[in-house]
């Protein structure tokens, strides 16, 4: 391997592993800080509780997802730095914001909550995790401006003299088509994760025999999951719907790859719901298809027509192959196979998890408790897949962009580090692969651990004012 | 003033913003060992208990002024993030490595009731905060030197251009430095013995970091000093000197206050001797980055401007206010007892417990009813 495909696996790598604890941390301080509010308002104390049983979940989830955070912001400096000086004018921008807004606000106000019982008023208390929780949302959007920038470059122009890309519009880009609907599509797929998590712990307790008192707390708890899960799942097919259509629009090449659509089809296009094929397209072997869908899909309209990879591929190497070194590619296409199958994952998990909700939602009605030994199945199933959803839906978002980097800009192979050595990125990719390894054992068994232990007795929160000189902290390491 | 000028200052701001915070949970950190050592097991553990809380609130926000830099220099000066970035490599490795070991640390290490457990996160604190503390010395010590770049704005040289004698040295002085301003911070945060311990470590690492210091000014100062740096030099030199006395006087906020300014203007002298380069080059002068040659375009430095100016100010209020909430000195007396290990789901930890813990007769060191976990 040289240096481009060891710093594309890095980066695949790093990434994939940090955002397996961002949605996480975007669903579940939206719940933490529900359940903390909730006890402010109605004072029951299973609210109290299920905010610090989740809030602790959260803080376990929290760490990890901030320090393989740090990994991204200077990875594109290590490992792509001619991407970093083509872009930075309009890429730093939107990365730099969110450091100021987002970054010192999630942390800053989560030491206070995780510290704050009984030093700050309690409404004040819970607004803190209200906050983190908007500045979750705040990162999300401008790292997916960032984002959106290299999917759909809008509002820069290229210098000649240069040879760089320099910012001409920035609310251009922070309204980018693409943007505004991967955004939401990427919120609600976060609350997809938070809902099955809160549901399936929940759950978990709840079918315990020995739970007994705890009973109508863990059942709530888990009916609000499966809630949220199904709300977000709604939310989730309205903007993947939308996402497909300007998707289109704008990188006709990626929904030709995740349809493995070689040849163009001029109206009626079928949706492959399956198909079993060599990998060059060339033969099918197998195909379960609905006619029409894929044109209704990309296009709006079943009669619509949907370009195919041959055509597509041709249509970019004449566009893009000669004069600018910056555009020049063997392939034109991504990966193919990895785009259908990450595609069809992403659907089919997110789909998964909202037919589980469903299910949750019928077998808990009433008092009524599934206790049927499959179940701990499903429940070991319903965080991973949506979690692993999100992991998909990435893949195919990232795989489905390449062969470029700034689509129709930049080609990924011309914005690696020319300066670092092979030895080098084989080091840092060893060194991230083990000690990431190591770190999702630790991660697992302490939430594991966190997990069982259950919601915390209620205890009254101590009042901020009469607090004795001497009396042991409320929250200490 | 040009506003590439302006995104020069910001960013040294950001650095000096990050080594007058992080600085003093750097150095909470490597003194884990000598300060938070007791007469005994158990002592020892509620002395790196205390300690560790000193800084539990806080160093997260703490740590997002580096990423805050980083951005920075990434929207500002693209070419000066990229050289700088990827020339320094395995040293940023390191970096990373050491600050996602020694952040889970402090995250980890009170999750489980298990010496072992401790005693790993522990030694994850500890050289986790001494490297990141020593390399980023050795890095910017670097940058400020100059580095082997060619005319393509690409970094020639290799590790051990970066490991000479005197970025060791600047290392070094970041180490002595944080050493000081941890022990000073652990001192002005604790009460009982640990305190008074705190004020003698204090002491002995600032006379030795006086020495370094002044020496690597020095020579840098020798090298390309300018009124400006020299200046910030002596200011920087008195404000240790200062930070001394007034521990020795028993006047903790008054050192800690010192070692501060010792700190940031160590910062500000190493940016008004880069200025105006941001990297410069050895091999040729005319192949320097510099502000003018590296920034972003106008526009785009007029819009990071804008936000600059609005959010750095509300930025600080609350970070302040993070500071003020927890104000209070701890000491060992304020540690919940008992290890916060959540037993087995059979275990009797879902038996309710209603035992407030605000009752006034609770005795100093009484345990708390549950202690709570994070």
Sequence with gaps: MDNLDLARWQFAITTVYHFLFVPVTIGLSALVAWYHSSWVRRRRQDDLRLAKFFGKLFTINFALGLVTGIVQEFQFGMNWSDYSRFVGDIFGAPLAIEALLAFFLESTFLGLWIFGWGRIPEKLHAACMWIVHVGTLLSAYFILSANSFMQNPVGYRLNPETQRAELTDFVAVLTNKVQLVTFPHVVAAAYLVGGAVVMAVALWHLRRVDVGRDEGMYRRATRLGAVVTLVAGLGLAVTGDIQGKIMTDVQPMKMAAAEALYESSDGNAPLSLLTVGSLDGS??????????????????????????????????????????????????????????????????????????????????????????????????????????????????????????????????????????????????????????????????????????????????????????????????? | MELSTVWFIIIAVLWTGYFVLEGFDFGVGMLLPVLGRGKDAETTEKRRRVMINTIGPVWDGNE?????????????????????????????????????????????????????????????????????????????????????????????????????PVSLLGGLVTVGLFLTHGALFVALKTTGPIRADARGIATRTGAVTAVL????????????????????????????????????????????????????MAVATYFLLLFPDVMPSTLDTAWSLTTANASSTPYTLEIMTWVAVVFTPIV???????????????????????????????????TPTTTPSTTPSTGPSAPSPEPSVR
């Excluded at chain 1, 990435?394 to 930049?410: D, K, N, S, Y």
């Excluded at chain 2, 070991?101 to 010496?115: C, P, T």
């Excluded at chain 2, 000014?217 to 030199?237: E, F, H, K, M, Q």
């Excluded at chain 2, 008195?238 to 010792?262: I, K, P, Q, S, Y």
């Design chain 1, 283 to 477: 033969e099918e072997k197998f195909a379960v298809t609905v006619p029409g869908l894929l044109s209704f899909l990309a296009t709006g309209h079943f009669d619509g027509s949907v370009q195919g990879i041959n055509e597509l591929k041709a249509e970019y190497a004449q566009k893009y192959g000669t004069g600018n070194p910056l555009t020049v590619d063997a392939t034109y296409t991504p990966n193919i196979p990895l785009s259908y199958w990450s595609f069809r994952l992403m659907i089919g998990v997110g789909m998964a998890a909202c037919l589980i909700a469903l299910m949750v939602l019928w077998t808990t009605r009433g008092d009524r408790i599934p206790r049927a030994r499959w179940w701990q199945w499903v429940i070991l199933a319903t965080p991973l897949l949506p979690i692993l959803g999100n992991s998909f839906g990435w893949i195919f978002t990232e795989a489905g962009r390449q062969p470029w980097l700034v689509f129709g800009v930049m080609s990924t192979s011309t914005g690696v580090s020319p300066s670092v050595s092979a030895g080098e990125v084989v080091t840092s990719m060893v060194v991230y692969t083990l000690l990431y390894g190591v770190l999702a054992v630790i991660e697992v068994k302490l939430f594991l651990t966190y997990l069982r232990a259950g919601a915390p007795p209620f205890e009254e929160p101590v009042v901020a004012a009469d607090q004795d000189d001497d009396a042991p902290l409320a929250f200490a390491y």
């Design chain 2, 64 to 164: 997002v002024w580096v990423l805050t830099a980083g951005g920075a220099t990434f929207a500002a000066f693209p070419h000066w993030y990229a050289t700088m970035f990827s020339a320094f490599y395995l040293p940023l490795l390191l970096i990373l490595v050491a600050l996602i070991v020694r952040n889970l640390g402090f995250d980890y290490r009170g999750k489980r009731d298990d010496a072992q457990w401790r005693a790993r996160w522990d030694a994850a604190i500890i050289v986790g905060s001494a490297v990141s503390a020593l390399l980023w010395g050795v890095a910017l010590t670097n940058v400020v030197r100059g580095l082997p770049i060619d005319a393509s704005k690409e970094f020639t040289g290799n590790l051990f251009t970066l490991l000479n």
């Design chain 2, 213 to 264: 210091a002044v020496g690597l000014l020095a020579i840098l100062g020798a090298a390309d000093g300018n009124p400006g740096s020299w200046v910030t030099t002596v200011v920087a030199a008195g404000a240790l000197v200062a930070a001394l006395t007034a521990n020795l006087r028993g006047r903790e906020g008054w050192a800690f206050v010192g070692t501060f300014v010792t700190i940031a």
């Design chain 2, 316 to 350: 600080l209020l609350y970070q302040s206010w993070t500071y003020w909430v927890f104000r209070k000195r701890i000491g060992t007396q304020h540690i919940p007892a008992a290890g916060p290990t959540p037993t087995t789901p059979d275990a009797p930890t879902t």
